[in-house]
């Protein structure tokens, strides 16, 4: 399991049904559903502010989190669904549902870069760009890894790193097909454009020869007129 599960904490609803969820409305409370994982299905309250704070740093429904409720064993879980006020779009109601090491679950994984310090790339003055600092992985919930890895150590100016690059669990695999690039090693911008200019001007040397044929061509045509 990864190290850093975020924790949401819940407390239990005694009551069901449209009244009670009114209710924990009225006290700043979010009612919601816990289900799944051969357990009865355990009616909560979540805070509302910090409900909130987690649905606006985004991802949430992506997001594997460690739920506690007292009285209960804390459980892993990952959102299924929140209901949204038509006017405001503020929640009014979400579901979880709990996860088995067999679950299967899309989420996204941090990146963590190694071999910086050995990258020849950077040494020469290169620029590290992330172009993905978290990936989404389908995976099991027994099997989620804490991170993704990329080594830059032999990479050099211009090179890239793609996911085809790193090493997954076990029936782990993104849930993007494509082979992506997640980082890549970039000439610094006084270079590149030290480059693009230096380039420019081979470009202007190099005529091709038969522009330079034609051109004699014309010239000889010329004097002999």
Known sequence: MAGETPDIIAMERTGTGKGAARQAR??????????????????????FNELLKRLKDGR???????L????HDDVRVI???????????????????RLRRSSRVS?????????????????????LTMV???????????????????DVSQKEIGDTVHIS????????RPTIDRD???????????????????EDDVAADEVPATEMEAGEDAEGQGSES
């Open 79 to 97: 959102c299924r669904n929140v209901q949204r006020d038509v006017v405001r779009d503020l929640p009014t109601h979400v579901d979880f549902v």
């Open 26 to 47: 009225r006290e700043n409370l979010v009612p919601g559903i816990v289900y799944g994982g051969e357990t009865d299905p355990l009616p909560i309250n979540l805070p």
């Open 60 to 66: 949430f429904l992506s997001t594997l989190f460690n």
């Open 180 to 198: 992506f690039v997640i980082a890549n090693i970039s000439a610094p911008s006084g270079l590149q454009s030290q480059r693009d200019e230096e």
């Open 132 to 150: 993905r600092n978290e990936v989404e992985l389908r995976c099991t919930a027994g099997d989620i890894p804490e991170e993704v890895v990329i």
């Open 68 to 71: 506690k409720v007292d009285g």
């Open 165 to 172: 690059e790193v090493t997954l669990p076990k029936g782990t």
């Open 107 to 127: 989420l996204y994984i941090p990146v963590r870069v190694e071999g910086e310090e050995e990258c020849p790339g950077l040494t020469a003055g290169g620029v």
